[in-house]
């Protein structure tokens, strides 16, 4: 949303969410406390590390309360659909057996791998915010064909890449790369929907915004085929091996 408005020098001056009982400047500092901690829990999820799902609970409770849309109910639509959408994916986090397997690990790195996994990690990062901010100025900023296709191919595909490379585990590689591009995948999609209820319900300034929906639509088509062709490719592998 930051890229929408930037052009304008509206930053910090327009409501990130459309009928938030709180006021504008709140809202974006709620939005620049948010950044970092998701940053922590991103790390923290990829590691397994138990705590981490705690804090993104906490992280959501807040960014729900924050952006409910008491003071104009034409937003409903879009936060009922974030909200039911966030709360599917808490429960498959908490309650699926395979998560409470996951995140039974040790947050003790291992030695040998330490900079490798520090390092992979940190690439992952940096590849799932570059894939966010393409996916996003392609829609709020109607990006060009260049610029959504040129980034990818430049700065996102490489990046994937060498994080694969420095963590030299191309099966743990493919199951990490896959859940970021799917975490990706989700979040431009729900932008998507967030945008167009609020398009079709006339809010102000969204509804006056010209948006890119052809190439943000389709990268992330891309990147939700990606993520389940690595993630089919890992289960394979992995029952290869226990063969």
Do not use: C
């Not at 490798?116 to 393409?134: E, P």
């Amino acid at each position: 949303m930051i890229r929408a408005y930037d052009a304008n020098a509206s930053i910090g001056r327009i409501p990130l969410y459309p009928g938030s009982a709180f006021p504008v400047a709140d809202q974006w500092t709620w939005h620049g406390i948010q950044i970092p901690l998701t940053v922590v829990v991103t790390v923290g999820l990829f590691r397994g590390w138990r705590w981490a799902r705690w804090l993104a609970l906490a992280v959501f409770v807040v960014a729900s309360v924050v952006a409910a849309p008491l003071w104009d109910l034409r937003a409903a639509p879009s936060y009922v659909f974030l909200l039911t959408l966030n709360v599917v994916a808490y429960v498959l986090l908490f309650l699926i057996p395979g998560a409470t397997v996951y995140f039974s690990r040790s947050s003790r790195p291992e030695r040998a791998f330490a900079w490798r996994g520090a390092l992979g990690t940190t690439l992952l990062i940096f590849a799932i915010f570059t894939a966010h901010s393409i996916g996003f100025a392609s829609l709020w900023k109607n990006g060009s064909a260049e610029y959504t296709w040129g980034s990818t191919a430049i700065f996102l595909v490489p990046t994937l890449a060498l994080s694969a490379l420095v963590r030299w585990d191309l099966q743990r590689s493919a199951r990490e790369t896959a859940a970021a591009l799917m975490a990706v995948t989700v979040a431009l999609a729900s932008s998507q929907v967030t945008a167009f209820i609020l398009v079709v319900r006339g809010w102000q300034p969204v509804a006056t915004l010209r948006l890119g929906w052809r190439h943000s639509l389709l990268l992330t088509v891309a990147l939700g085929f990606a993520a389940l062709a690595l993630a089919a490719w890992a289960v394979r592998a992995r029952k290869i091996a226990a063969t």
